[in-house]
Structures are given as structure tokens and as C-alpha cells.
């Protein structure tokens, strides 16, 4: 893929799955693998029709999910929020979109030209 081209997908992991109340918190991990596990068999990004690299950000206990084909998962080694924001920066003039509802992480990413939308994009 031309990763230049291609619109870059950043989730929010911890914040996409807590937007759910079905039980989540007696397994963080489990709830990750299962959203890396949706979003791998998700055809791209409603209102994006190019090409689109999935990154998939864990932290906390959900830390060590796997990739998969499809998702590229990346184990936060502090704060998620900041290892969001370094990815952003390191796509600088690249399209970005971080799938999160946190006000401050969408502040930040913001205000280095990513966009932002909220967990629904992503869940059914």
C-alpha cells in the first residue's frame, strides 16, 4: 500500500471500547482483540473510499494484542493518548483520522491537522 496515499486510521482503543457498557472491564484485553477483530473485517471507512491503514492503539492491560492482517495494533508504552498524538505527528502530510470521543486527545490531534470522528464509526 502507499502508505503517502492512503488514509491512516488511528483508534482510540481504550476509549471506542469503554463507549460500550457490555462488560468490557472484566476483560481488556479480550474487548481489544475483539474490536481489532471488527475492524479487520470491516470494508474501509463510511464517506472514505481510498485505501486505508488501520492502527489500532491499546494500552493498560489490553497491552500485547497481536496485529492481525488488516490491523497493525500498537501497544501504547505510556499513554495512549500520547502515543496517539506522536503517530499523528509522524504522518505529517499524510490524511489522518483517530477514532476517539476524548475532548483533549481530539484537541490535540486537531491541532496537528488530523480529523477526528467518535466511536460509532467504528462499532456496528
Not at 68 to 93: K, N, T
Not at 111 to 119: W, Y
Request: hydrophobic share 40%; net charge negative.
Amino acid at each position: 500500500m502507499d502508505e503517502d496515499n492512503s488514509l491512516l486510521l488511528v483508534v482510540d482503543a481504550a476509549n471506542v471500547v469503554g463507549s460500550v457498557p457490555d462488560g468490557w472491564w472484566r476483560d481488556r484485553r479480550g474487548a481489544a482483540e475483539r474490536l481489532r477483530d471488527r475492524l479487520a473485517k470491516a470494508d474501509g471507512v463510511p464517506g472514505h473510499d481510498g485505501p486505508v491503514e488501520v492502527v489500532l492503539v491499546v494500552e493498560g492491560a489490553a497491552r500485547g494484542v497481536e496485529s492481525v492482517p488488516g490491523v497493525r495494533v500498537e501497544s501504547a508504552p505510556g499513554s495512549g493518548d500520547d502515543h496517539i498524538v506522536a503517530l499523528v505527528e509522524q504522518a505529517a502530510g499524510r490524511p489522518v483520522l483517530v477514532v476517539t470521543a476524548d475532548r483533549e486527545l481530539r484537541r490535540r490531534v486537531r491541532r496537528l491537522g488530523a480529523d477526528v470522528t467518535g466511536p460509532r464509526t467504528v462499532l456496528p
